[in-house]
C-alpha cells in the first residue's frame, strides 16, 4: 500500500518568513495530493490541493509543488502570521473506487510574532 | 449552512461497553469516511462508504463497526474488541465517484477510557 512520509515534525519560524513542509509517496500510481491544516481540538481543513497532471498550484500565500519523478511534493507558504501556526498534514490517494487517503504524520508549524 | 457534524465532542467508555460516534453531513455527499488520530500521529482511515448501504474496511477497521442506512448519516461504533480505543475520532465526507474529490472532516469525538 502507499506510503507517505513527511518532514519536519516541529518547524518554528519567525514571522514574516516563509515555511516549507515537504512529503514523498511511495505508490506511482497516487494522483491526487491534498494538504490540510488542523488547529487544536479541530478537524483538519483543506487548504490546497494538486493533481498529478500539474507541477504547481498557488492560492494567495500558499503553493503546493509535485515532482512525480522522484515522488515528492511541498507545501510553501510565505509571509507567515501567527494564525499560520497550527498542525499541517499532507496526503496521497489514486483514482480509484473510494479515493482513500494515506496521511503524513503531520508538521507542527509555530509563527513567532 | 452546509458542513459535517460529530457528536459527541467528548465521550467516556467504560470497559466492555459499546459507544457509537455520529457522523450527519447536509453536503448531499455520497462518500463518507471513518479516521481514527492519535496523539502525534495523521490520520488512520477505520471505514468508508462510497454509497448508501455499501462499505468498505480501511486499515484499522477491527473493533470498529459501521453502518450506512441513510445517505446524510455514517454512525461509527466502537465495540469492547477494540482494546485501545482512547483516540480522536474524525468523520469526512466527499462527493463521491472515481475523480478524487475532496475530503471535509467534522471537528471531531474524542473518546476516553474509563
Known amino acids: ?113 | 449552512d452546509g458542513g459535517i457534524t460529530q457528536s459527541p465532542k467528548y465521550l467516556f467508555r467504560k470497559e466492555g461497553q459499546n459507544v457509537t460516534l455520529s457522523c450527519e453531513q447536509n453536503l448531499n455527499h455520497d462518500a463518507m469516511y471513518w479516521y481514527r488520530q492519535d496523539p502525534g500521529q495523521g490520520l488512520r482511515l477505520i471505514y468508508y462508504s462510497q454509497i448508501v448501504n455499501d462499505f468498505q474496511k480501511g486499515d484499522i477497521a477491527e473493533g470498529y463497526s459501521v453502518s450506512r442506512e441513510k445517505k446524510e448519516s455514517f454512525p461509527l461504533t466502537v465495540t469492547s474488541a477494540q482494546k485501545n480505543p482512547t483516540a480522536f475520532y474524525l468523520c469526512a465526507s466527499s462527493i463521491g465517484g472515481l475523480n478524487n474529490q475532496p475530503q471535509h472532516f467534522g471537528d471531531g469525538t474524542r473518546l476516553s477510557i474509563l
Open chain 1, 1 to 113: 500500500g502507499e506510503n507517505v512520509e513527511q518532514h519536519p515534525s516541529t518547524l518554528s519560524v519567525q514571522e514574516g518568513d516563509s515555511a516549507v513542509i515537504k512529503c514523498t509517496y511511495s505508490d506511482s500510481a497516487s494522483n491526487y495530493f491534498p494538504w490540510y491544516k488542523q488547529e487544536l481540538g479541530k478537524g483538519p481543513q483543506l487548504i490546497i490541493d494538486i493533481r498529478s497532471n500539474v507541477g504547481e498550484k498557488k492560492d494567495q500565500r500558499i503553493a503546493v509543488t509535485l515532482n512525480k519523478t522522484a515522488k515528492h511534493f511541498s507545501l510553501h507558504i510565505t509571509e507567515t502570521q501567527p494564525e499560520d501556526s497550527a498542525v499541517y498534514f499532507c496526503a496521497a490517494s489514486q483514482n480509484v473506487a473510494g479515493n482513500k487517503l494515506t496521511f503524513g504524520g503531520g508538521t507542527r508549524v509555530l509563527v513567532k510574532p
